[in-house]
């Protein structure tokens, strides 16, 4: 459906910012779709250029694997974007895109995107800004990887993905294993360590961060 919400788009990070005519123009772009847990946005080897904005929910971007398996790739929600890379270059999408629970996108036309983005230089900067970030974060990742063992990994990551007061959802622990380039096993006995010394809460799938301070010492 057609997004009926004028500028619904404007608090989305890389459209802040614009003139009346330049967010006009955007909206006429714009096509509203809604998705349910577990379905999925798009598929690799979609050719399709367009620019995906998620106005509400969260994905998973996961690479499929030669063997059948799956390299989680990063999780993206509200306000974040991705299709970037069929806009921007002449291949399929080498991803899946996957709605983890009930999500709302904002899909823009790829073509009539880079019409505007040649006439308005701010919209690309914030795009190539939000990448840099994207890529500053797969580095720190990579290095952690590289270099600390699985504790330090797991207490990084909950520190940097759980609000430091509120009980919210755990991310599926094979995803977390993907992401941080060990096995669910041993994220499941680093959380049970980390619950039985006081330093997080579980129950079921969710989580809240009870003793921020020592998550950090064992992080760094």
């Known amino acids: 459906m057609v997004c009926q919400n004028k500028y619904c788009f404007s608090h989305v990070p890389i459209f802040q910012n614009l003139q009346e005519e330049e967010f006009a123009q955007i909206a006429q772009m714009i096509t509203r779709r809604t998705y349910r847990k577990g379905e999925y ?4 080897g979609d050719e399709r250029k367009t620019l995906c904005i998620i106005r509400s929910g969260c994905v ?14 990063r999780i993206s929600q509200d306000g974040d ?14 991803v899946n895109v996957e709605a983890m629970e009930p999500t709302e996108i ?15 230089p701010t919209i690309l900067f914030k795009i190539v800004a939000q990448l840099t970030s994207r890529l500053d974060a797969m580095e720190t990742n990579l290095s952690e990887i590289c270099h600390k063992e699985v504790g330090p990994r797991v207490a990084s990551f909950l520190l940097k ?10 991310l599926p622990k094979k995803d977390m294993a993907s992401l941080l380039g ?17 330093y997080i809460e579980m129950d079921n799938n969710m989580i ?3 003793n921020v301070t020592a998550l950090s010492q064992i992080a760094q």
């Open 41 to 44: 946005i798009l598929l690799a």
């Open 60 to 73: 998973k971007i996961v690479k499929p694997l030669i063997d059948g398996s799956e390299q989680l790739i």
């Open 81 to 94: 974007f991705f299709g970037d890379a069929m806009l921007f270059q002449d291949a399929p999408l080498a």
């Open 106 to 120: 904002c899909v823009l036309d790829g073509e009539e995107l880079k019409k505007l983005l040649a006439k308005t």
């Open 161 to 170: 993905n759980y609000d430091k007061a509120e009980t919210t959802h755990l």
């Open 182 to 198: 060990t096995t669910r096993e041993s994220v499941s006995r680093k959380l049970s360590e980390f619950q039985r010394a006081g």
């Open 208 to 210: 809240r961060l009870v």
